[in-house]
């Protein structure tokens, strides 16, 4: 069964403080996607990462991929209150995204 | 650009009424389209994909079907609502397979949030 797991689900952080999300997925895949929904709103592409070993950064989020243990990770740095919001990854395999259930962050000023 | 139009953006609908909301993309041709539904406070869960004119493929069984009349609109409808119904509905399109290069994200639209009453 192709499965997406993240977490945590919920996390509360102060700014300026370091944190990772993880994600975790069942099956060899295609791509794994990271994605930022606010509140009410749709899903913003943050990252496509393809192979192993791949890294991607931008601004305080640095999002990479480890194809032989099927393990992302989404890491923020000196996190701002503006990064509040619900992060997705997903996996790709045969037309179908697969996603996690969301990580839900909340950053304190 | 490739742009994405979901419409409407708010929906208030009884229980047992028909249901239709529309997807068009922009400024390009041949899309994958999708539909997802996200229950509140929840992931995201695959309705239907398309991958041209015609084709449509159902993922989870309900009440729901889809339709591509035409290349670039994808319509999401319901004959008789259920309260389980209610959700925010994306529309999304990606190239997939289509030469575009492969770290292409998938694009979704604002989305509609319904709310079966």
């Known amino acids: 069964e192709l499965k997406v797991e993240q977490n945590p689900l919920f996390l509360s952080m102060q700014e300026g403080k370091n944190y990772t999300i993880y994600c975790n997925y069942s099956?060899?895949?295609?791509?794994l996607y990271w994605y930022r929904q606010d509140p009410g709103k749709s899903l913003e592409s943050l990252f496509v990462?393809?192979?192993n070993g791949a890294v991607k950064q931008e601004g305080r989020l640095m999002a990479s991929l480890d194809t032989k243990a099927r393990l992302s990770t989404l890491h923020i740095t000196a996190a701002v209150h503006d990064l509040s919001a619900t992060y997705f990854c997903g996996m790709d395999s045969n037309y179908q995204l697969i996603w996690g259930a969301g990580t839900k962050l909340i950053i304190k000023p | 650009s490739q742009t994405i139009h979901q419409w409407p953006a708010t929906l208030v609908q009884p229980v047992g009424s028909p249901l239709s909301l529309e997807c068009t993309v922009e400024?390009?041709?041949?899309?994958?389209l999708y539909w997802y539904r996200q229950a509140a406070g929840r992931g995201l869960q695959l309705l239907f994909y398309s991958v041209g004119i015609g084709q449509i493929s159902s993922e989870v069984p309900q009440n729901l079907s889809a339709s591509r009349p035409q290349d670039r609109q994808f319509i999401l409808s319901s004959k008789k609502l259920l309260l389980s119904d209610s959700g925010f509905y994306l529309c999304a399109f990606d190239k997939l397979g289509q030469g575009i290069p492969y770290n292409s994200p998938l694009h979704f639209g604002n989305g509609t949030r319904l709310t079966v009453t």
């Open positions: 099956t060899t895949s295609d791509r």
């Open positions: 400024g390009t041709s041949n899309p994958n």
């Open positions: 990462l393809l192979s």
